[in-house]
């Protein structure tokens, strides 16, 4: 482990299995299903070159189970990495407080999640949210579609998940109202580019 961090860091990485046809259907519905799911696959090698480069212990949880999977062995797309599946409920909110609750139960004391949409994440940019946390109650990674890619916090704040239209242009702003109300400490990291659509893509090849 980098030296550099708090030994109790945790990152909480929730991811889909790239299954043509159940990935990326907003990116799929302008450039094709098998298009999107290479698109997918490359975001999650992405993330997972990020995250092993961060060289923070990290759990990927899946939005189900992969077929046939043994749990007991790492998926190919995550080497070396622990994967759960996320926890039976309607609300993304609910499944993300429900992870945040397992890694402090585990004993982390600072914990993140990310998603697989940002192509931009990059190792520093965790180890500046782990450094974040060391003066901050919470740490947010801005995306410019109104969410964000981060989230990170000392212990859960389950308000935080309460009451968001997910996927919309309001999550963050609420998220941060929610923080204020609640008089955190926040951080913010730099806006980053989130790929889920054509218009997206175009952007992210653009640069």
């Known amino acids: 482990m980098n030296p550099a961090l708090p030994a109790a860091s945790h990152v909480l990485v929730f991811a ?11 990116l799929a519905a302008g450039i094709g299903a098998e298009a999107a799911l290479a698109v997918y696959r490359e975001l999650l090698a992405l993330t997972a070159a990020a995250v092993a480069a961060a060289q923070v212990p990290a759990t990927v949880w899946l939005a189900e189970a992969p077929a046939g999977a043994d749990p007991h062995k790492p998926r190919p797309e995550w080497p070396g990495l622990p994967w759960r599946v996320q926890p039976a409920a309607d609300s993304l909110g609910t499944r993300m407080a429900q992870a945040f609750a397992e890694a402090f139960g585990a004993g982390a004391g600072r914990v993140v999640i990310i998603g697989t949409d940002c192509p931009d994440l990059s190792a520093e940019l965790l180890r500046q949210a782990f450094d974040q946390l060391l003066r901050h109650d919470l740490v947010v990674g801005p995306a410019d579609d109104g969410g964000y890619y981060l989230l990170g916090m000392n212990q859960l704040h389950a308000e935080l998940f309460d009451n968001k239209n997910w996927s ?10 929610d923080a204020a109300r609640l008089g955190l400490r926040v951080a913010q990291l730099p806006t980053l580019h989130d790929v889920d ?3 997206d893509l175009a952007t992210w090849r653009g640069r």
């Open 168 to 177: 919309t242009a309001t999550v963050l702003p609420d998220t941060l109202a």
């Open 197 to 199: 659509s054509a218009q």
């Open 16 to 26: 889909r299995e790239p299954v043509l046809g159940r990935v990326k259907t907003r």
